[in-house]
């Protein structure tokens, strides 16, 4: 794929932000471009994304198989929404090593960004870009009003894979050009079911079916028909105590289903 000249088109903030990530020393391709500078390109489109369904995407022999995309896709009935993924490798089958404490704590994640607005959720309008991740993190717990796990307690499922809706914002300090964007509990918009952590992250309860090489989800969103999606999996990981930095950075994009993340899916009527 030849993705150069549409990188050398960009601004020079978003040119900033592959420079950035280099500097950090996260050199793994997911197919040519850091998810910043991967982003602000798909936000900016082209029409051509429209005559997209499901994407498909070749195997990278550089990314682990289990985080290795050949294939995503979404659909709606108008009220639930179903996302679904595949990969070259076995589904959920490699999780962060738990470090014993939250701060420093890192996440891994199967994620599709998203077009629809913010507000489908129950996030401000215009908030940002409305991202579903299924995530597991040993460390900590942020679905406070579910049991993934059942075994009575609700506050001790991290390391189980579950899904956030997320709305993620640009930030040249995260290693990946973006985080996971802080909000202000009672001031700004948020769903009823957030966890208690001051970011854009909503904790729906529904839960992800994994097998063997797929994962999917079917969870309520409004305003998902027709509007453009990507996939890619991905390293989060929470602040050191005492860091200026975000609470929540995307660390490291380690696959792009489109290779670009130039939105090519569609969410599609079903």
Not at 69 to 88: P, V
Not at 122 to 127: L, N, Q, V
Not at 168 to 184: T, Y
């Amino acid at each position: 794929m030849k993705k150069r000249n549409r990188l050398e088109q960009t601004s020079n903030g978003v040119t900033g932000l592959k420079r950035g990530l280099l500097a950090t020393g996260t050199k793994r391709r997911a197919k040519g471009m850091t998810i910043g500078a991967a982003i602000l390109c798909g936000l900016l489109g082209s029409s051509a994304n429209l005559m997209a369904h499901d994407i498909l995407s070749p195997v990278n022999p550089a990314v682990d198989p289990p985080f290795d995309i050949i294939k995503a896709s979404a659909s709606t009935d108008g009220r639930w929404a179903s996302f679904m993924m595949e990969l070259a490798g076995k589904s959920g089958s490699i999780i962060p090593e738990a470090s014993g404490a939250f701060r420093g704590a890192e996440v891994y994640a199967y994620v599709w960004p998203t077009k629809i607005d913010p507000s489908g959720v129950g996030f401000a309008e215009g908030s940002g870009i409305l991202a579903l991740a299924i995530t597991a993190h040993p460390d900590f717990d942020d679905t406070p009003l579910h049991d993934e796990n059942g075994d009575g307690d609700p506050a001790n499922d991290g390391k189980n894979w579950h899904a956030h809706w997320a709305v993620l914002a640009e930030d040249a300090a995260c290693g990946a050009g973006f985080k996971v964007k802080e909000i202000s509990p009672g001031q700004d918009l948020v769903p009823a079911s957030m966890p208690d952590l001051p970011i854009a992250l909503d904790a729906p309860g529904q839960s992800p079916l994994l097998n063997d090489n797929s994962l999917h989800i079917t969870l309520p969103v409004k305003g998902a028909e027709a509007a453009a999606f990507d996939a890619m999996t991905a390293k989060l990981m929470i602040s050191q105590e005492g860091s200026p930095g975000p609470l929540l950075c995307v660390t490291e994009a380690q696959d792009v289903a489109s290779g670009d993340l130039s939105f090519p899916g569609i969410i599609m009527k079903k």
